[in-house]
């Protein structure tokens, strides 16, 4: 029992160093989303967690054989912890997480998957999830991990931000994401982009343009 306390210590203790460290080599930007409206730049699905946004692709990719090493050590460890204690959900949010920043989008689904099926409420992870089928190419999908969200918690801001974009960009049904954006309005009447720029001004513009 000492040894299991000690082993499950030091994988918190662990997680907690790489986020740490994480955080620091892909840079978190907090706040409601980053988008990119400028010329004809399609915006970045970002990913929600409890309290801050990371990007879907990070400025600075994750390649060189240092960080990929403490990616595959994460996993390793969590992986070795979750076989013990399947019902960590804590520790399936991290796997999942971790293989987001991988960019692994099919283990994060997974490991999503996992985390729901024992608590199946859960907004950010399926917001979450959505991102990675995005990234999959697999929009409709995506649109439905978004909607789950939004069923599961009405006022969750991200999940109808991240829904608006698929729509828009990966769907091309502007006048769907139009709507679901102005659904989000309702909620949050002062929605911005990550610069500034209110959500209602992208729509304003998006309405000007030609179809």
Not at 92 to 109: C, K, P, V
Not at 151 to 167: C, T
Request: aromatic share 8%; with cysteine; glycine share 4%.
């Amino acid at each position: 029992m000492t040894n299991t306390n000690t082993n499950n210590q030091l994988i918190k203790k662990q997680i907690v160093i790489f986020i740490a460290c994480g955080c620091f080599i892909l840079g978190v930007a907090t706040g409601v989303l980053f988008m990119k409206f400028a010329g004809s730049e399609e915006p970045v699905v970002r990913k929600y967690t409890e309290s801050n946004l990371q990007p879907l692709k990070p400025v600075e990719h994750v390649d060189n054989q240092v960080n990929a090493f403490r990616f595959s050590q994460m996993i390793a460890e969590l992986k070795q912890h979750l076989a013990n204690n399947p019902k960590d959900i804590e520790a399936w949010a991290q796997l999942g997480n971790t293989y987001f920043d991988s960019e692994q989008f099919q283990n994060a689904i997974d490991a999503y998957r996992k985390y729901l099926e024992i608590n199946p409420g859960n907004p950010d992870i399926l917001t979450d999830m959505g991102v990675m089928y995005r990234n999959l190419s697999q929009p409709e999908e995506a649109i439905k991990a978004f909607d789950r969200a939004s069923e599961v918690a009405p006022r969750h801001e991200m999940s109808r931000l991240n829904k608006g974009i698929v729509l828009l960009y990966d769907l091309n049904k502007k006048d769907e994401a139009i709507a679901c954006w102005k659904e989000l309005l309702k909620i949050n009447p002062a929605a911005q982009t990550s610069n500034g720029k209110s959500l209602q001004a992208v729509i304003d513009e998006l309405q000007t343009k030609k179809k």
